[in-house]
């Protein structure tokens, strides 16, 4: 089975000072062990960047870019696998919208949806 990490966990992989941290950590090692597979998408990747590089004064990390994007390089890339996008996802990214009247920020979770069901 396939399993989505999902921002949130990606920067709580990155935030050793994050109450879930050991947790989070814990539980993609152990999806690691039983050998299910890891994937995240691009927008997880815009996502974590923009938290990961926004200022510690402004809900961010303070990192520069260079250390975000060698956390997703040589933390978060070996153990997952990028989501592409192709076509199909944004015909059903429209479907998913006219069916649930998605609306706001629950778009970009349908998004990540439409990806995982194409």
Same mark, same amino acid.
């Given at each position: 089975? !396939?399993?989505l990490? =999902?921002? +949130?966990?990606?920067l709580?992989l990155a935030? *050793?000072?994050?109450?879930?941290h050991?947790l989070?950590l814990?539980?993609? !090692?152990?999806?690691? =062990?039983? +050998?299910?597979?890891?994937?995240m998408s691009? *927008?997880?990747v815009?996502?974590?960047?923009?938290?990961?590089?926004r200022p510690?004064a402004?809900?961010?990390? +303070?990192?520069?870019?260079?250390?975000?994007?060698?956390?997703?390089?040589?933390?978060?890339?070996?153990i997952?696998?990028v989501?592409?996008?192709?076509?199909?996802?944004?015909?059903?990214l429209?479907?998913?919208?006219?069916t649930?009247?998605v609306?706001?920020k629950?778009?970009?979770?349908a998004?990540?949806?439409?990806m995982m069901?194409?």
């Amino acid at each position: 089975m !396939a399993y989505l990490l =999902d921002t +949130g966990i990606l920067l709580r992989l990155a935030d *050793q000072k994050d109450t879930q941290h050991l947790l989070i950590l814990d539980a993609v !090692a152990r999806l690691g =062990d039983r +050998g299910e597979q890891l994937v995240m998408s691009t *927008q997880n990747v815009a996502e974590f960047c923009n938290v990961a590089t926004r200022p510690i004064a402004n809900n961010g990390f +303070g990192r520069t870019t260079s250390e975000a994007l060698n956390f997703v390089e040589t933390e978060i890339e070996p153990i997952c696998s990028v989501l592409m996008e192709v076509e199909p996802v944004y015909s059903e990214l429209k479907r998913l919208i006219a069916t649930y009247s998605v609306i706001g920020k629950q778009v970009h979770d349908a998004r990540l949806v439409a990806m995982m069901l194409v």
